[in-house]
C-alpha cells in the first residue's frame, strides 16, 4: 500500500516535482486531450437576480456567456444542453463560495470567465461559522519571526517551513486587501485595528469582527463578486467529480460534473483551470462545527483523480463547541453542525473548569488555557473520561459585562436563547471535529500533481498547519494561497484552449430515475443510517485519543459497512454511473474516513492532533508528512469516478 511517512525527496514549488520512493505509482495511461480553440463571439448573457442574506444580490445563471475582458481578448466559452445534461465552459472554474474560492474568483476574473460552483447557497461555507479572526503581524510589537515561531511550535515542528515564512509574510497585506474590498473590523478607542489574542499565540494579532469574523469577509467578498460582470455563482450545485484525463503519466483536470439539486439536473462545466475551495470533512464526525455541506467532498473528488493526498490523520478537534446538555433549556432539534465558542473566549481570559468549579488546565500545560488546541482538546477529553461527565465549564464571567457583550455578541446571543447569561454564568462546552489539517497536497502557488487544478483553503495540505493548526491561520492562509494560485492559473489558462466537443469525451453520469419511489426510499433511509453508523464508528475509534487496535478495528468495521451499503444499494437497482446528492455525499465520506484511517496507521508516534496510547512520544525520525498516493486504498466505488474517459477518444 502506497501510504506512508515522506521518504525522499519531494518538491513542493511551483512546477510540483514529485520524486517519493520507487512505489510511488501512476494509474494506467488514458488518452491525452487536447482541447481545440473555438471561438464564439456572438453570445449574449442571460441571468436572473436571485437575493440571499446580508442584503447581497448574486447572479444565478440561467444561460452561458461570451464577453470580450479589459485585455480586448475573446474569451473562449460556450454552452450547450440537451434534455439530460446541461454543459457550460468557462476559462475558470472555482468549487466552493468560502473566503479562498471568492476571494481567487475576484482576481481572476480579470482575465477571463469565471464560474463559482457552489453545493447551497452562496454564503454556506465554513468561512460563515469562522468566529475568531484572522492572524496577521500589524502591531509594531509583534514580528514575522514571532508569528512564524508560534506556527512552527502548535504545528508541532511538521509545518514547511518556507510555507510559514510566505503566510506569515504575506499576511498582512492580504489582510489590508480584504479592507479595502469592504470588510469591517474592529477598531479599539484610539481608532486602530483591535488586535484580540488567541491561544498559541504570543502576541495580540488577530483581526476580527466581534464574534462574527467570517460572517463579515463572506459578507463584504459576496457583494464584491456581485459587483463582477465576469463571475457567475451557480449555487445548489453539488460537485460529483473531476473530469480528468492521463497524458504521458500525467494527470490533468478538464472541470466537474455537477448535480442541480434543485432541477435534479446534471450540469457538466468544462475548463481550462480549476480551483478547489470546498472546504474540509468535518461530518466523518457525529459533533462537528462544520456546515453540513462539510462532508470531504473536495478531498475524495481529488483522490479519486489520482490527486496525492498528505497529513489527513491530523483532524483538529476545537476544545470548546456549546454542550447542548449543560443549558439550562435544551434545543429541540438536534444541531445539525455545533455551536462554536471562539478560541478568543480564552484568550480574553476565559478560565475551563469541571463540573467540581476546579481549574484544571494548569495541571496540563503551563500556558493553562492559552496552550494550543490540541492540548486543550486533549486535556478535556481526559477530564471527562476520568469524571465520566458529558461537559466542562468555561468561564469568562469574571469580566466587564460590556467587555463580554461588545466582544462576543454572537456568542451570548446565542447561549441567552437557552436560558444562559454568559456575563453570570459559565459556559458547557466540549470538543467538537473543526478543522481538517491535512489534505490535497499543494505547492507553494496551490499547484497540485493533477495539470490544470489548484486548491486553496482547508481542502489543501499547503505544509502551514504542520500537526496543527494555530488559531486564526485558516482564513489567513486561505487567502493568501488563494492570491498565491492567481498567476499560475492564468498562465495556465493562456496555454489551454477549449473544444466545445470536449463534453462528449466522458460518459454521463446517471439519475437514479428509473428507479421505483419505495427503493428511492429504501436507499435514502439506509444511507441516513449508514452515515450515522460511520460516524459513531469515527469517533469512538479514530478520535481524539487513539489506539493501533482501534484503529484497526475502525478500518474492517468502515470496510464492512462501505461494502454492506453498496450491495444494498445495487441490490435495489442502483447502477455504479448512478448520482444523488445523498449517496454522493455518503461515498466522499467513506472515502475521507479511509483516508483519516490509513494515515493514522501510517504514523506510530504522537505528534500534535494524533496522539496514540501505543506511540505516545515525539519521533524525530518520523518528523515527516503521511503521503498517500493515488490509488492507494482499496478499490471500492467510493474511490471510483463516476465518469470514464471514453476509449478511444479524439485527441
Known amino acids: 500500500m502506497a501510504i506512508s511517512l515522506l521518504d525522499g525527496s519531494v518538491s513542493l514549488r511551483s512546477g510540483w516535482n514529485l520524486n517519493i520512493k520507487n512505489d510511488y505509482r501512476h494509474c494506467s495511461g488514458l488518452s491525452n486531450l487536447a482541447f481545440k480553440t473555438c471561438i464564439l463571439t456572438d453570445a449574449s448573457r442571460f441571468c436572473t437576480i436571485s437575493r440571499f442574506g ?17 485585455a480586448a481578448r475573446h474569451t473562449r466559452i460556450a454552452c450547450s444542453q440537451d434534455s439530460n445534461c446541461d454543459t457550460k465552459f468557462f476559462d475558470f472554474i472555482v468549487v466552493g463560495s468560502g473566503v479562498a474560492g471568492l476571494r481567487y474568483a475576484l482576481e ?11 453545493k447551497a447557497e452562496p454564503q454556506e461555507s465554513n468561512t460563515k461559522y469562522a468566529q475568531g479572526g484572522v492572524s496577521a503581524v500589524l502591531c509594531p510589537s509583534d514580528s514575522v519571526e514571532s508569528h512564524m515561531q508560534d506556527t512552527i511550535i502548535a504545528g508541532a515542528y511538521l509545518c514547511d517551513e518556507e510555507t510559514v515564512r510566505v503566510v506569515c509574510t504575506e499576511g498582512p497585506d492580504r489582510v489590508k486587501e480584504l479592507i479595502a474590498i469592504g470588510a469591517s473590523f474592529d477598531h479599539g478607542d484610539d481608532g486602530k485595528l483591535h488586535l484580540a489574542r488567541e491561544g498559541g499565540h504570543s502576541h495580540n494579532r488577530i483581526v476580527h469582527a466581534a464574534d462574527m469574523t467570517g460572517r463579515e469577509i463572506e459578507r463584504a467578498l459576496l457583494k464584491a463578486v456581485d459587483d463582477e460582470p465576469n463571475i457567475f455563482l451557480f449555487g445548489h450545485h453539488f460537485a460529483i467529480d473531476l473530469l480528468t484525463s492521463q497524458d504521458n503519466g500525467e494527470s490533468n483536470c478538464h472541470g466537474v460534473d455537477t448535480l442541480n439539486t434543485e432541477t435534479q439536473q446534471i ?33 475524495a473528488m481529488a483522490h479519486r483523480a489520482q490527486a496525492v493526498i498528505s497529513n489527513m490523520e491530523f483532524v483538529q478537534f476545537h476544545p470548546t463547541a456549546l454542550a447542548d446538555e449543560g443549558l439550562p433549556i435544551k434545543p429541540i432539534h438536534r444541531r445539525e453542525n455545533a455551536f462554536l465558542i471562539t478560541e478568543a473566549v480564552r484568550g480574553d481570559g476565559g478560565i475551563l473548569y469541571n463540573q467540581s468549579m476546579q481549574r484544571f488546565m494548569p495541571l496540563y500545560d503551563e500556558r493553562a488555557e492559552l496552550a494550543p488546541r490540541d492540548v486543550v482538546a486533549r486535556s478535556i477529553d481526559d477530564q471527562l473520561k ?18 463580554i457583550l461588545s466582544h462576543f455578541p454572537n456568542i451570548a446571543a446565542e447561549c441567552l436563547r437557552y436560558g444562559l447569561d454568559i456575563t453570570c454564568s459559565s459556559i458547557p462546552v466540549v470538543p467538537a471535529a473543526h478543522y481538517m489539517c491535512g489534505g490535497i497536497r499543494a505547492g507553494l502557488h496551490g499547484e497540485t500533481n493533477v495539470k490544470g487544478l489548484y486548491v486553496a483553503g482547508e481542502v489543501a495540505c499547503t505544509g502551514l498547519h504542520g500537526a496543527n493548526r494555530l488559531a486564526s491561520n485558516s482564513l489567513l492562509e486561505a487567502l493568501v494561497f488563494a492570491r498565491r494560485a492567481v498567476q499560475p492559473s492564468i498562465d495556465h489558462m493562456a496555454r489551454s484552449n477549449l473544444d466545445i466537443h470536449s463534453s462528449t469525451l466522458w460518459t454521463r453520469p446517471m439519475l437514479p430515475s428509473s428507479l421505483k419511489g419505495h427503493a428511492i426510499q429504501e436507499i435514502l433511509f439506509r444511507t441516513k443510517a449508514t452515515r450515522v453508523e460511520l460516524q459513531s464508528i469515527m469517533w469512538e475509534f479514530v478520535g481524539i485519543v487513539r489506539s493501533t487496535s482501534r484503529l484497526k478495528n475502525a478500518e474492517w468495521k468502515i470496510g464492512e459497512l462501505e461494502a454492506d451499503w453498496e450491495d444494498f444499494l445495487f441490490r435495489r437497482g442502483w447502477k455504479p454511473t448512478m448520482v444523488g446528492l445523498e449517496a454522493c455525499e455518503m461515498k466522499n465520506l467513506f472515502c475521507c474516513a479511509k483516508l483519516v484511517v490509513n494515515s493514522a496507521l501510517a504514523r506510530q508516534e504522537s505528534r500534535g492532533l494524533h496522539f496514540t496510547e501505543d506511540f505516545p512520544f515525539l519521533e524525530e525520525s518520523k518528523r515527516k508528512p503521511t503521503i498517500i498516493f493515488p490509488a492507494s486504498l482499496k478499490l471500492t466505488w467510493s474511490s471510483q469516478q463516476v465518469q470514464q474517459l471514453i476509449a478511444g477518444s479524439p485527441r
Open 386 to 403: 476520568k469524571r465520566g461527565e458529558k461537559y466542562v465549564l468555561l468561564d469568562i464571567s469574571h469580566k466587564p459585562r460590556e467587555q
Open 54 to 70: 446580508h442584503g447581497t444580490t448574486v447572479r444565478s445563471v440561467q444561460t452561458l456567456f461570451t464577453r470580450s475582458t479589459a
Open 108 to 118: 481572476v476574473s480579470k482575465y477571463g470567465s469565471v464560474a463559482i460552483i457552489t
Open 267 to 299: 450540469v457538466r462545466f468544462i475548463s481550462k483551470v480549476t480551483l478547489l475551495a470546498s472546504g474540509g470533512a468535518g461530518h466523518i464526525y457525529p459533533t462537528t462545527t462544520n456546515p453540513p455541506v462539510a462532508t470531504g467532498d473536495g478531498v
